[in-house]
C-alpha cells in the first residue's frame, strides 16, 4: 500500500492543470459509446418515470389527486410508524396537515422563527417524521430539487428517520440540465440547492450498503395532480 507521501504527490499529478485525463472505462455511465449517448431518451411522461427511479431508488411514491388525498397518507403513515411528532416546513401547501395530526396525538412543530432555530433542531432530531414540499422532481433520477430559507429549514429534510415531500405533479423536469436551465433563466440562485435522491446510503464503511447513515433512510413523495 503506498504510503501518505506518495498517495498524496498521486494527487497531485492528477489534478494539475493538463494532467487529468477523463475516464475511458467501459462500465462509466459518462463513457460517451455509439449505444450510450451523453443525452437521455426522452421522456414522455415525467410524473410516471419519476415514480419509477425513485421505488429503484428504495423511495416509496404515490400520485394523489389532491393535497387532501397527500394530507390523508401523512396521516396514516404517521399512525403506521407511531410518530410522536412531525416536524414541517412553513409553506401553505402543508397548513391543513397540523389539526388532523394533532387529533390523533402527534406535536406537529413548523418551522417558522428562524431565532429559534435551535429550539426547532432539537425538535427536529427527535421527530419521527419531516415534511417539506420541494422546488422541483427529476423524473430521469428520482431526486427532488430542494431550497432553503425562511420557513424552509433543512433539517427537516435531513434528521428524522422518515421524510416525506409533496410535489405539485406539473413541477416534475425530465431531466437535471433542465432543472439547472431553469435557475439559469431565473437569474436568481437560492443560496442553497439540495438534490435530494431517494433514501441516504452510505457504502464508506467496509464497502457495505447502510440506509439511513447521514439522512432519512425511509423517503415518501407525493405527486400532486
Known sequence: MADRAEFLE?????TRTGRYKPTHAPDVAWTRKEDRPYES???????????EELDSLGGHGARVGSL?????YVLSLARERGAEMLVRWDVE??????????ESGVEVVVARDPEDSERFKKAAARAEIGLSTAEWAIADTGSLVLTSGPGKARTVTLLPPTYVAIVA???VL????????RYAEAGDLPANVVFHTGPSRSGDIEME??????GPGDVHVLLVG
Open 41 to 51: 431518451p426522452p421522456i414522455d411522461d415525467p410524473p410516471a418515470r419519476f415514480l
Open 174 to 181: 425530465r431531466t437535471v440540465p433542465e432543472a439547472i436551465q
Open 10 to 14: 498521486s494527487i497531485r499529478h492528477r
Open 209 to 214: 450498503i447502510f440506509v439511513g447513515m447521514h
Open 68 to 72: 387532501e388525498e397527500a394530507h390523508e
Open 169 to 171: 405533479a406539473d413541477r
Open 93 to 102: 401547501e402543508l397548513e391543513g396537515v397540523d389539526d388532523p395530526l394533532q
